[in-house]
């Protein structure tokens, strides 16, 4: 029979307990707090406001957004962000899975190539703008002297070409990001028991049907939570174009978040720039949204 006293006991420990979680908690938090959740909720009401920091805000409603409607800019950065995103998004995956599926098997130095494909991720995104601008030079870049070398007179000019700027960026960002994908997809190849395999090479599976009827059905998880994490890393593109076009050239290559940083800290239009945030915020999220709902509906 339970006295009174272990039941003052029991509820001390329990106090305790969630003072300790609290603890270790509260530090992390308190910084997130600060630093992403109210700005988050400051940036929802400065998109009702007209302010450049050095007045008072003034709440116009919903003005911000009908100008936005206007604003040729605002369109073309919305078109240049989906074509980066429709260009970025499956060519990551594609690489990535392939990378991983390729080094999943017991090769010499896998570890060395495995760590080569991730070195990329973890160097400066600024470094790999400038020596890519470098590799990409119409004139002297090795990309074009080797397309010469193979009989092409006219390679592209790349960044310095509306029509090629755009691939260019595609093409930096792809490199760089398809190690970090890649080893998501290696833990989830590593997950998929091997029994599986083992049960179709005896029903007649070749590697084709191995890879289509269980490398993929096992790897859903994995892609569902790649897709959604390249859809935010693509919405929310910037320094690589900051650093290789700065929107150029024209505004070939302008996206949302440089747009968000030309209408915010260049021409103090925070009120703009903050619906700007909040469209880019609603459009990610309806995606994301989407993506989760379809990925319920395959799991039924």
Avoid at 58 to 78: P, S
Avoid at 79 to 94: D, E, M, Q
Wanted: no cysteine; proline share 5%.
């Amino acid at each position: 029979m339970t006295t009174l006293s272990d039941s003052t006991t029991g509820k001390r420990r329990r106090r305790h307990n969630t003072l300790v979680g609290w603890s270790f908690i509260l530090p992390n938090f308190l910084g997130f707090a600060a630093l992403t959740l109210l700005p988050v909720f400051g940036t929802l009401l400065l998109a009702f406001t007209d302010w450049n920091s050095y007045s008072t805000p003034e709440w116009i409603g919903f003005d911000n957004f009908r100008r936005m409607l206007d604003d040729g800019n605002f369109w073309t950065a919305l078109k240049n962000t989906s074509w980066y995103a429709i260009g970025h998004i499956p060519l990551t995956l594609a690489a990535a899975l392939g990378l991983a599926v390729l080094l999943n098997r017991k090769l010499r130095a896998v570890g060395v190539l495995r760590t080569a494909f991730f070195f990329p991720y973890i160097t400066s995104l600024v470094a790999v703008a400038v020596v890519w601008n470098m590799l990409l030079s119409p004139e002297l870049g090795p990309v074009n002297q080797f397309l010469k070398f193979v009989g092409i007179a006219h390679p592209p000019g790349w960044t310095t070409s509306t029509d090629w700027a755009m691939p260019a960026l595609v093409i930096t960002s792809v490199w760089r990001d398809m190690g970090y994908y890649m080893v998501l997809y290696l833990a989830g190849l590593q997950a998929i028991p091997g029994e599986l395999y083992e049960a179709a090479r005896v029903d007649g599976a070749g590697a084709w049907k191995r890879f289509w009827h269980v490398t993929l059905p096992g790897l859903r998880p994995t892609t569902f939570f790649v897709l959604v994490m390249l859809t935010v890393s693509s919405f929310k593109i910037f320094d690589l174009v900051q650093v290789m076009t700065e929107g150029g050239p024209g505004r070939s290559t302008l996206v949302l978040s440089q747009l968000i940083y030309r209408q915010g800290i260049a021409q103090g239009r925070f009120g703009y720039a903050s619906a700007i945030s909040l469209v880019l915020f609603l459009i990610v999220l309806a995606i994301t949204l989407v993506q989760f709902q379809l990925q319920r509906r395959s799991e039924r």
